[in-house]
Protein backbone atom coordinates (compact mmCIF):
# COMPACT_ATOMS: atom_id res chain seq x y z
CA UNK A 1 0.00 0.00 0.00
CA UNK A 2 0.96 3.65 -0.74
CA UNK A 3 1.71 5.91 2.04
CA UNK A 4 -0.22 9.17 1.76
CA UNK A 5 0.71 10.94 4.95
CA UNK A 6 2.40 9.92 7.91
CA UNK A 7 0.73 11.76 10.52
CA UNK A 8 1.58 12.23 15.11
CA UNK A 9 -1.33 9.39 15.45
CA UNK A 10 -2.16 7.95 12.26
CA UNK A 11 -0.73 6.83 9.08
CA UNK A 12 -2.55 7.28 5.80
CA UNK A 13 -2.65 4.28 2.68
CA UNK A 14 -3.92 4.49 -0.52
CA UNK A 15 -5.67 1.24 -1.22
CA UNK A 16 -8.91 -0.47 -2.91
CA UNK A 17 -11.91 -1.52 -1.66
CA UNK A 18 -14.21 -3.72 -3.63
CA UNK A 19 -12.35 -2.38 -6.58
CA UNK A 20 -12.85 1.61 -5.85
CA UNK A 21 -10.54 4.22 -4.65
CA UNK A 22 -9.92 4.02 -0.41
CA UNK A 23 -7.61 5.00 1.84
CA UNK A 24 -6.59 3.34 5.17
CA UNK A 25 -6.35 5.18 7.61
CA UNK A 26 -4.32 3.43 10.81
CA UNK A 27 -3.66 4.43 14.17
CA UNK A 28 -0.93 2.98 15.84
CA UNK A 29 0.78 2.73 19.24
CA UNK A 30 2.18 5.41 21.15
CA UNK A 31 5.16 3.82 22.98
CA UNK A 32 5.12 6.26 25.49
CA UNK A 33 2.03 4.74 26.98
CA UNK A 34 1.10 1.77 28.86
CA UNK A 35 0.14 -0.52 26.48
CA UNK A 36 -3.22 -1.75 27.74
CA UNK A 37 -4.48 2.25 28.16
CA UNK A 38 -3.22 2.69 24.92
CA UNK A 39 -4.99 -0.03 23.20
CA UNK A 40 -8.32 1.38 24.62
CA UNK A 41 -7.42 5.00 22.97
CA UNK A 42 -6.58 4.01 20.27
CA UNK A 43 -9.77 1.85 20.00
CA UNK A 44 -12.08 4.71 21.09
CA UNK A 45 -10.38 7.52 18.99
CA UNK A 46 -10.95 5.40 16.17
CA UNK A 47 -14.54 4.55 17.14
CA UNK A 48 -15.20 8.38 17.89
CA UNK A 49 -13.38 9.42 14.24
CA UNK A 50 -16.15 6.95 12.33
CA UNK A 51 -18.90 8.15 14.56
CA UNK A 52 -18.46 11.68 13.96
CA UNK A 53 -17.63 11.61 10.27
CA UNK A 54 -21.36 9.45 9.78
CA UNK A 55 -22.89 11.69 12.22
CA UNK A 56 -21.50 14.66 9.99
CA UNK A 57 -22.72 13.18 6.84
CA UNK A 58 -26.09 12.00 8.02
CA UNK A 59 -26.69 15.78 8.71
CA UNK A 60 -25.64 16.23 5.19
CA UNK A 61 -21.81 17.44 5.39
CA UNK A 62 -20.30 15.90 2.72
CA UNK A 63 -17.50 13.68 3.80
CA UNK A 64 -15.56 10.57 2.35
CA UNK A 65 -17.97 7.27 2.51
CA UNK A 66 -17.30 5.09 5.68
CA UNK A 67 -16.28 1.74 3.72
CA UNK A 68 -15.01 -0.47 6.89
CA UNK A 69 -13.95 -0.16 10.28
CA UNK A 70 -11.75 -3.57 11.28
CA UNK A 71 -13.10 -5.56 14.22
CA UNK A 72 -9.88 -4.42 16.86
CA UNK A 73 -11.28 -0.43 15.62
CA UNK A 74 -7.62 0.77 14.84
CA UNK A 75 -8.26 1.67 10.61
CA UNK A 76 -10.65 3.23 8.95
CA UNK A 77 -11.15 2.63 5.56
CA UNK A 78 -12.91 5.38 3.40
CA UNK A 79 -13.62 6.41 -0.17
CA UNK A 80 -10.54 8.22 -1.49
CA UNK A 81 -11.14 11.71 -2.32
CA UNK A 82 -9.82 12.79 -5.80
CA UNK A 83 -8.75 16.38 -5.26
CA UNK A 84 -6.82 18.73 -3.31
CA UNK A 85 -7.00 20.16 0.31
CA UNK A 86 -9.11 23.42 0.50
CA UNK A 87 -5.06 25.14 1.55
CA UNK A 88 -4.21 24.01 -1.81
CA UNK A 89 -6.95 25.45 -3.32
CA UNK A 90 -6.98 28.85 -2.00
CA UNK A 91 -3.63 28.92 -2.72
CA UNK A 92 -4.35 28.15 -6.09
CA UNK A 93 -6.60 30.63 -6.34
CA UNK A 94 -5.13 33.79 -4.81
CA UNK A 95 -1.85 33.24 -7.21
CA UNK A 96 -4.77 33.11 -10.38
CA UNK A 97 -6.47 36.33 -8.85
CA UNK A 98 -10.01 33.88 -8.97
CA UNK A 99 -11.14 35.97 -5.85
CA UNK A 100 -14.73 34.14 -6.65
CA UNK A 101 -13.54 30.71 -6.53
CA UNK A 102 -11.76 31.02 -3.04
CA UNK A 103 -14.85 33.16 -1.51
CA UNK A 104 -16.97 29.82 -3.13
CA UNK A 105 -15.18 27.50 -1.19
CA UNK A 106 -15.02 29.83 1.88
CA UNK A 107 -18.48 29.76 2.11
CA UNK A 108 -19.27 26.22 1.46
CA UNK A 109 -16.75 25.27 4.61
CA UNK A 110 -18.77 27.66 6.93
CA UNK A 111 -21.83 26.09 5.56
CA UNK A 112 -20.69 22.99 6.56
CA UNK A 113 -19.54 23.52 9.99
CA UNK A 114 -22.77 24.80 10.74
CA UNK A 115 -24.53 21.65 9.18
CA UNK A 116 -21.86 19.79 12.44
CA UNK A 117 -22.38 22.02 14.64
CA UNK A 118 -26.10 22.00 14.14
CA UNK A 119 -26.06 17.98 14.31
CA UNK A 120 -23.74 18.47 17.78
CA UNK A 121 -20.36 17.56 15.92
CA UNK A 122 -17.86 19.79 16.86
CA UNK A 123 -14.46 18.99 14.33
CA UNK A 124 -11.48 19.49 16.90
CA UNK A 125 -8.95 20.62 13.76
CA UNK A 126 -10.96 22.86 12.02
CA UNK A 127 -7.67 24.09 9.25
CA UNK A 128 -8.26 24.38 5.68
CA UNK A 129 -5.91 21.24 5.12
CA UNK A 130 -8.66 19.38 7.03
CA UNK A 131 -10.97 20.38 3.72
CA UNK A 132 -10.03 18.64 0.37
CA UNK A 133 -12.09 19.93 -3.10
CA UNK A 134 -12.73 17.31 -5.52
CA UNK A 135 -11.42 16.83 -9.12
CA UNK A 136 -13.28 14.86 -11.68
CA UNK A 137 -16.86 13.74 -10.79
CA UNK A 138 -18.27 16.09 -8.51
CA UNK A 139 -15.69 18.93 -8.97
CA UNK A 140 -15.47 21.39 -6.98
CA UNK A 141 -17.66 20.56 -4.09
CA UNK A 142 -15.45 20.57 -0.75
CA UNK A 143 -15.23 17.64 0.96
CA UNK A 144 -14.53 17.80 5.00
CA UNK A 145 -11.72 14.77 6.34
CA UNK A 146 -10.21 13.89 9.07
CA UNK A 147 -12.64 13.60 12.00
CA UNK A 148 -9.55 12.32 14.49
CA UNK A 149 -10.24 15.05 17.15
CA UNK A 150 -14.15 15.32 16.67
CA UNK A 151 -17.00 15.29 19.72
CA UNK A 152 -20.26 14.06 19.15
CA UNK A 153 -21.00 15.23 23.03
CA UNK A 154 -19.79 18.71 22.08
CA UNK A 155 -20.15 21.54 25.20
CA UNK A 156 -21.69 25.07 23.31
CA UNK A 157 -18.11 26.48 23.98
CA UNK A 158 -16.18 23.46 21.65
CA UNK A 159 -18.24 24.98 18.64
CA UNK A 160 -16.89 28.47 19.32
CA UNK A 161 -13.08 26.50 19.50
CA UNK A 162 -14.22 25.05 16.98
CA UNK A 163 -14.67 28.81 14.70
CA UNK A 164 -11.66 30.20 16.39
CA UNK A 165 -9.54 27.54 15.48
CA UNK A 166 -10.74 28.07 11.72
CA UNK A 167 -10.51 31.43 11.69
CA UNK A 168 -6.89 31.57 13.14
CA UNK A 169 -6.25 28.75 10.23
CA UNK A 170 -7.29 31.07 7.25
CA UNK A 171 -5.09 34.13 8.90
CA UNK A 172 -2.23 32.36 9.50
CA UNK A 173 -2.26 30.23 5.99
CA UNK A 174 -3.60 32.93 3.55
CA UNK A 175 -2.93 36.39 2.89
CA UNK A 176 -5.87 38.77 2.94
CA UNK A 177 -8.14 36.26 4.70
CA UNK A 178 -10.61 39.03 6.04
CA UNK A 179 -13.05 38.46 3.08
CA UNK A 180 -12.13 34.65 3.56
CA UNK A 181 -13.33 34.40 6.92
CA UNK A 182 -16.29 37.15 6.67
CA UNK A 183 -17.59 34.61 4.12
CA UNK A 184 -17.08 31.49 6.80
CA UNK A 185 -18.93 33.53 9.16
CA UNK A 186 -21.96 34.60 7.25
CA UNK A 187 -22.15 31.82 5.47
CA UNK A 188 -21.97 29.85 9.30
CA UNK A 189 -24.82 32.76 10.53
CA UNK A 190 -27.16 32.13 7.07
CA UNK A 191 -26.87 27.80 7.64
CA UNK A 192 -26.56 27.37 11.41
CA UNK A 193 -30.04 27.42 13.64
CA UNK A 194 -28.67 28.04 16.62
CA UNK A 195 -25.40 30.42 15.62
CA UNK A 196 -26.32 33.19 17.72
CA UNK A 197 -25.07 31.78 20.97
CA UNK A 198 -22.14 30.36 19.20
CA UNK A 199 -20.88 33.88 17.35
CA UNK A 200 -21.21 35.33 21.37
CA UNK A 201 -18.88 32.71 22.59
CA UNK A 202 -16.79 32.87 19.72
CA UNK A 203 -16.10 36.98 20.83
CA UNK A 204 -15.18 35.30 24.36
CA UNK A 205 -12.74 32.96 22.59
CA UNK A 206 -11.23 35.75 20.61
CA UNK A 207 -10.76 38.46 23.68
CA UNK A 208 -8.76 35.84 25.74
CA UNK A 209 -7.12 34.70 22.43
CA UNK A 210 -5.84 38.57 22.39
CA UNK A 211 -4.96 38.49 26.19
CA UNK A 212 -3.06 35.00 25.35
CA UNK A 213 -0.99 37.44 22.70
CA UNK A 214 -0.17 40.11 24.86
CA UNK A 215 0.63 38.82 27.61
CA UNK A 216 1.98 35.52 26.80
N1 LIG B 1 -10.53 10.15 2.36
C1 LIG B 1 -9.39 10.68 1.90
N2 LIG B 1 -9.21 10.85 0.58
C2 LIG B 1 -8.06 11.36 0.09
N3 LIG B 1 -7.02 11.75 0.86
C3 LIG B 1 -7.15 11.61 2.19
C4 LIG B 1 -8.33 11.08 2.78
N4 LIG B 1 -8.16 11.06 4.12
C5 LIG B 1 -6.94 11.56 4.34
N5 LIG B 1 -6.32 11.89 3.20
C6 LIG B 1 -4.98 12.46 3.05
O1 LIG B 1 -4.18 12.10 4.14
C7 LIG B 1 -3.84 13.25 4.92
C8 LIG B 1 -3.89 12.92 6.41
O2 LIG B 1 -5.18 12.48 6.77
P1 LIG B 1 -5.88 13.02 8.07
O3 LIG B 1 -7.17 12.30 8.24
O4 LIG B 1 -5.93 14.51 8.01
O5 LIG B 1 -4.86 12.50 9.18
P2 LIG B 1 -4.14 13.22 10.41
O6 LIG B 1 -5.03 12.95 11.57
O7 LIG B 1 -2.83 12.53 10.51
O8 LIG B 1 -4.04 14.69 10.08
C9 LIG B 1 -4.83 14.33 4.49
O9 LIG B 1 -4.31 15.62 4.64
C10 LIG B 1 -5.08 13.98 3.04
O10 LIG B 1 -4.04 14.50 2.23
MG1 LIG C 1 -5.34 16.11 9.18
Known amino acids: MELLSQGAEARVFATTFCGRPAVVKERFRKTYRLPA ?36 N ?51 DLTTSNFMVR ?7 VVAIDFGLASSKPLPEDKAVDLYVLERAFI ?25 ATLHKLSEVRRRGRKREMFG
Open 37 to 72: LDEKLTTKRTLQEARCMLKARKAGVRTPCLYQLDSA
Open 74 to 124: TKITMEKVDGITAKQFLLDCLQKGDSAAALKVAGEIGKMVAKMHDAQVVHG
Open 135 to 141: SGPGEGD
Open 172 to 196: STHENADPLVNEVMRAYKAASRKAD
